[in-house]
């Protein structure tokens, strides 16, 4: 994802292949295609001593927009991001969920059609985070097409209608979020024992301590699970039969192929 990310934006040269933004070729037409992308990295870079509205607003110049409009979307996106009480602010000060939210407002001040997030809400608190979410669908809503990298996987299963999975660097799995979660087993029992298994059954399970997921496609394979678990006398504790998310389609993804 970081070289992908370094591709995009010229700082990594690639060694083969084309690549466009927008119909805008990297290698004829850099500047164009460069015009069209916002960049949130994951590493925090502001300018410590400089106020939100003053990052903006230079960040705005820097595309030659002109400063009234510049100040006018600054109002607009720092009150977006919660940021605007807080724009005469000296930038050291805010909190760290605070600085990711003035680089994605810095990011969009030329109102790119491609925003890139590398982490946006790592280290951030379950709150703010999902107000950024609430804010990227809104953003996505209106045509801005979004890549996000991210280790959280409920976060890429809310936000993104198309995922890619890698593993060592190598792309293993790449289709629609709707799609990847249909290929799997539809369901899951989850269950505590300190039973071992019937073998019918231990292929499909994974085990955590205690704790027990057991993968099935429909209501007659949790039938089934559940008789076969009854025959062994298997001992079952906080039965739970919930749908498959997308950590189970990854686990189930990464453990197919190899190292």
Known sequence: KTTLIGILTSLVAKTSGELSVFGYDIDRDLEAAKACIGVVPQEINVNMFETPETIVVNQAGFYGIPRRIARERAEKYLTK??????????????????KRRLMIARALMHEPQLLILDEPTAGVDIEIRRSMWEFLRELNEQGTTIILTTHYLEEAEALCSRIAMLKKGRVVAL????????????????????????PALAPRARVTGRIVQLK??????????????????VRVEDLEIGRADLEDVFLEIMGTHPA
């Open 81 to 98: 991001l919660s940021l605007w009480d807080k724009r005469n602010r000296i930038s050291r000060a805010l909190s760290g969920g605070m």
């Open 175 to 198: 289709d629609r979020t709707a799609n990847l979660l249909a290929g799997t087993a539809s369901t899951m029992l989850r269950f505590k024992t300190d039973d071992a298994l019937p």
């Open 216 to 233: 099935a496609h429909d209501a007659a394979e949790v039938e089934a699970d559940l008789a076969t678990l009854r025959q062994a006398a």
